[in-house]
C-alpha cells in the first residue's frame, strides 16, 4: 500500500459478508460449512478414486480430478475465511491476504474454465474420433493440457493483480462481498479503474471465447451423434448425459457473462455476490454429482473401495 495525496493508507479490508443481519449469521454458517464439506468429500472421493484404481487411468478421468482439485481449492480460497470470520464475529481481512485471496479466486475460476474446455475436447475426441483416440489422447498431451490452464491462469491473476496493485482505496474499507473478489475491488478504488477494467474484459473474454468454442464445437459434434443413434432409448440415455454436461456449462457461462463482464453500474451487489456464491460454492458442490456420480465406472470403483475397506487405514 502506498500513500498518495492525503489519503491514508488502508492495511486492511473489512469484509462485509453476504448479510450485515445478526440472526442470519448461524444459518450461513452451517449452510456454508455444510456445502463445503460436501465439495471436500465429493471431490476429494474422485481424486481418491482415480488415483487408487488404475483402471480410471485415462484422459477423462484425469482432467476430472484435475477439475475436482480445482474445485476444491476455489472454495478454500473463500469459504474458510468467511465461517472463521461469522465465528470470531470479526470481519477484517488484512490488505495481503486480500490479494492473496483475490489471486487464487482467479486462477481457480480461470482453471476451471480451461478444464471445461479441455474435458470437452476430450469427449469430442471419443465421441467424434472413437478409432484414433488413444493416439490423439496420448499421455504427453494430457499433461500438456492439465499444464497449459494452470500456466496461463497463473499469468491471468499476475496480470490482475499487478494492475489491482496500483489502485489506491481512500473513502472507504468495506467490502460488501464474502472474499475479496476482484469486481468488488475494483468498484471500492477511488482511483479511476478503467484501464482495469478494459483488461478484464479482453482478457475475460480471450479466456473464455476459446474454450467456449471448444465446448461448443464438442457439442455440435455430440449432438449429430445423438441423433445418429436409432433406438430411443440409446438416444435418451446419450441426451441425459449430455443434459447434465450442458447444466454445468451454462450455468458457468452464464454466470461469468452475467457477473464479470458487466462489473459496474448495471448490476446491483447483490449480482456480484450470487456470481461468486455460484462460482465458489455450487458449481465446485454440482461437478461431483454431475460429472462422476452418475457415471457407473465411478461408481464401482467407489463401491470397490469401500467393500475392499482400502479407504480405512486413511481414516485415523
Ligand atoms: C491432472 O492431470 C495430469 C495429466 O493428465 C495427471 O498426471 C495428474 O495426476 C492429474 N492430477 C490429479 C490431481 O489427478
Known sequence: TMHQGNHTTISEFILLGLSNKAEQQNLLFVLFLGMYLVIVLGNGLIILAVGLDSYLHTPMYLFLANLSFADISSTSTSVPKML?????????????????????????????NFLLG??????????????????????????????I???????????????????????????????????????????????NELVLFTVGLSVISFPFALIFFSYACIVRAVLRISSAEGKWKAFSTCSSHL????????????????????????????????????????????????????????RKLINKRRLLPLIP
Not at 123 to 144: D, E, G, N, Q
Open 84 to 112: 472463521m470470520n461469522i465465528q470470531t464475529k470479526s470481519q477484517s481481512i488484512s490488505y495481503e491476504s486480500c490479494i492473496t485471496q483475490m489471486y487464487f479466486s482467479i486462477v481457480f475460476v480461470v482453471i476451471d
Open 118 to 147: 479441455v474435458m470437452a475436447y476430450d469427449r469430442f475426441v471419443a465421441i467424434c474420433h472413437p478409432l484414433t483416440y488413444t493416439t490423439i489422447m496420448h499421455s504427453r498431451l494430457c499433461v500438456l493440457l492439465t499444464v
Open 149 to 195: 490452464p494452470w500456466l496461463l491462469s497463473n499469468l491471468v491473476a499476475l496480470t490482475h493483480t499487478l494492475l489491482l496493485t496500483r489502485l489506491v482505496f481512500c473513502d472507504s474499507n468495506a467490502l460488501p462481498h464474502f472474499f475479496c473478489d476482484l469486481a468488488p475491488l475494483l468498484k471500492l478504488s477511488c482511483t479511476d479503474t478503467v484501464i
Open 247 to 302: 447444466t454445468v456449462v451454462l450455468l458457468f457461462y452464464g454466470t461469468i457473462v452475467g457477473v464479470y463482464f458487466f462489473p459496474s453500474s448495471t448490476h446491483p451487489e447483490d449480482t456480484d455476490k450470487i456470481g461468486a456464491v455460484l462460482f465458489t460454492v455450487v458449481v465446485p458442490m454440482m461437478n461431483p454429482f454431475i460429472y462422476s456420480l452418475r457415471n457407473q465406472d465411478m461408481k464401482g470403483t467407489l
